[in-house]
Each structure stands twice: as structure tokens, then as C-alpha cells.
């Protein structure tokens, strides 16, 4: 992939890796054939996530997965918006982790980038078949439960952790 991708995460339900979250995003990219982007990734909380979808897509509630395409320009112009907060629900309803939820949804934006739509059952199942096939791929290639950020700041010794013992080392 040639171009830019930035990621932001303005939410704080779930500690998310946003290195991980990049590697999951251009692995994805590079299945999809790659080519010239300017595409940022925004994780937004419920509130922010449902006021977005109500504005643009005129639907109220919260949603999982926004993808705006601002068309070509010397690089292909996009935002995907991701709530994680939807993750987190939704893995316990398939019964799956909120990360590979997440990196199912950085496919499903993209996918829709690259031209899939899934408003009509024929075209849902097509999408959702490259969807799933490309989520086992990117998942063969980078660590998904890596998305989830430790919640403790680095250097500083979890509670497991007895004196004169390193941060990370052994107990057994």
C-alpha cells in the first residue's frame, strides 16, 4: 500500500493497540490488491458512533461500522469509524472476542471501500463470504488478541509482581 493511514482511538470502553490495530488494517489492504490510500480509522464511543450514523446515514441507535469514500484523488480518500463498545456486544452475541470482532469490521470497511455492498441478501452473502475469508487471513498473519492493550502503563509492576522481581518475569 502506497499513501497514508492514520488511526485514532477516541473512545475509552476498551484499551485497544492501535499498532496491532495498523498491522490487521494494512495486512487487509494488501490482500485487497494494495493500491494508492489516504485512510484513517477513527474508534469512536456509542454516543459519538450514533450521533455519526444518525447525521449522515439518517438511522438512529448506534452501529458498528461506518465507512465514508471520498473518491480518488492521488490517493484513494477514506475514513472507516469503529465503535469497539458494538465489538464487545456483539462478540457475546456470536460468541467471539471483541478483537476479532474489531478486525471484522477494519474488513468490512474496507471491503466496502473496494466496491462490495451489502444492502441487498445477494449481495450481503457475496460480501460476507470475502469477508469472512479475508478476516482468516489477516488473523493467520497478525496477532487480533494483541488488539487488547494492556491497561497498565508501561514500566509499572502488575500485582502479581513480589519485590526484587522484574515486571514480566516468571512467578513459576
Known amino acids: 500500500m502506497s499513501g497514508s ?7 475509552r470502553a476498551l484499551p485497544v493497540n492501535t499498532r496491532v490495530l495498523r498491522r490487521i488494517t494494512l495486512r487487509a489492504l494488501e490482500l485487497l490488491g494494495g493500491g ?6 477513527c474508534l469512536l464511543g456509542p454516543r ?3 450521533r455519526l450514523n444518525e ?4 438511522h438512529s441507535g ?3 461500522v461506518i465507512t465514508f469514500d471520498y473518491g480518488p484523488a492521488p490517493a484513494r480518500q477514506a475514513e472507516i469509524f469503529i465503535c469497539p463498545d458494538e465489538a464487545r456486544r456483539q462478540a457475546r452475541q456470536f460468541r467471539t472476542t471483541w478483537q476479532g470482532e474489531l478486525a471484522r469490521y477494519v474488513v468490512h470497511g474496507l ?21 469472512n475469508r479475508l478476516v482468516r ?10 488488539l487488547r492493550r494492556s491497561s497498565r502503563p508501561p514500566g509499572r509492576p502488575s500485582k502479581n509482581t513480589r519485590p526484587g522481581r522484574r515486571p514480566g518475569s516468571s512467578l513459576i
Open 5 to 11: 493511514l492514520s488511526i485514532r482511538n477516541r473512545q
Open 36 to 41: 494508492a490510500w489516504d485512510l484513517g480509522i
Open 48 to 50: 459519538e458512533m450514533a
Open 55 to 58: 447525521q449522515f446515514l439518517r
Open 62 to 64: 448506534v452501529t458498528d
Open 111 to 131: 471491503l466496502h471501500l473496494a466496491g462490495y455492498d451489502d444492502r441487498k441478501p445477494a449481495d450481503r452473502r457475496r460480501m460476507k463470504l470475502e469477508e
Open 137 to 146: 487471513e489477516v488473523t493467520r498473519a497478525c496477532p487480533v488478541p494483541e
